[in-house]
């Protein structure tokens, strides 16, 4: 690595921040040569190994995982209309074998329907091959237009983990998008991410949807970003790819499909919603270092220090802690600085009068230093942990709740947009959604929202005030 020069902008100022701490904690280089796309660097391939360790975790319980080509034949990309028309704008082509022209073009895939659902047609041939429930963890590519950020926005997204299931019945697929919005709820609790889980409108559904439910959270200014989508597909797709079970009665039945995808912005969120002006800071399930050992070397008992200080990692390792001791011709300070921006959960410092005292003096990423008795260490470890990631969920649950506004007056809709999301009482017109989203220059995200901070009452409609209007989350997205 380079040099690091200067110091991380303050998080108020959350773009430069957050195009700071990439590199600075060593997350994503994104100096690779073309638009949109960015390189993990070691570290930050290491929290992404360890959240998608999670997905996995969670979907694994019923779900099994597979591969597919990132090759799609146009023929098949082209057979659903809804779908084509999502994305047509954003496929990579491939055109060409070396210098001879391709027969058939072939699509990068920007999601995965098309390729899986022709084999699907294979597969399924009566009631006991369903429920089928797969997913996979790959790139995918998207044409984006709009403003590519890293993790966020990106023209290859690497991280795209989707699930596809096919089931007999519509109620059934409904049954798995609920067990999908569970998974994606419990997958977000682990990383102590707050999230807005609602139904977004008709017209911004997934491509070839009958509905969609999103997750979403709200970044550190105040827009939200969506962070996982889980849809149900009807039987749109099965008719098109001829995706059929002979039932009990021996009859041909179209099957009803889900599928519902996380990528890496899972990451910016994580990164977002819990760093500080200081850099990361990093749930300890995902942290790559949780623990880091700063030996406090003077001239004399050095040997003595180094040798507590090993004997604590080994100690803490056998427990199971990924621990690091950080043995560096540096500064103290300069130590500090790096493990925070890295956002290691506690750092444990050990010198002569630490020795002489049977203790371990703890310093929380949080904040908060306090000398724990050596004998005891692995509780005393263990308690901090929790106390580190208690905080870490309490900063992150009054975000959202600070940024979350119920607004009943048109003329204030514009202003709260700004500061964070709206939650409005909307009649279900299109006319006055258009209005909601003119007036307030951001989106609708979605009614039926799952959460407790607001009051779901109904009210008069923000723009025709007719009455009965339902609760509608309005905001800025990225
Ligand atoms: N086949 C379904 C699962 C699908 O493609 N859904 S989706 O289009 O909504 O994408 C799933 C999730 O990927 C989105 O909720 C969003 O969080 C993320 N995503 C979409 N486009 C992205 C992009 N260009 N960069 C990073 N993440 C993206
Ligand atoms: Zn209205």
Redesign the pocket.
Known sequence: MEEQEGTLPQKADFSSWYNDILWRAEIMDVRYPVKGLYVWFPFGFGIRKRVYGILRELLDRDHEETLFPLLIPEPEFMKEAEHIKGFENEVYWVTHGGTTPLDVKLALRP???TAIYPMYALWVRSHADLPIKVYQIVNTF?Y?TKHTRP?????E?TS?K?AHTVHATWDEAESQVEDAIARYQEFYDRLNIPVLISKRPDWDK?PGADY?I??DTIMPDGRTL????V?HLGDHFSKTFSIQYEDTKGEQQYCHQT???????SIAALISMHGDDLGLMLPPEVAPVQIVIVPVIMKKREEEVMQAATQLEAELQNAGYRVKIDTRDLRPGAKYYYWEMRGVPLRLEIGPRDLDNSVVMSVLRTGGKEPLPRADIISEVNRKMKEYTNVLLEHAQAHIQNHLFMVHEESELSNTVSKGVAAVHWCGNRECADRIEEISDASILGTEVRTDLIDQKRGNCIICGKPDGIVTLVGRSY
């Open positions: 999601t995965s329907e998207r984006e993790l966020i926005r990106l023209r997204i795209f989707e997934f969609t999103a997750v969506q962070i996982g989508t849809h599928c519902y995808g996380i990528s890496e912005r």
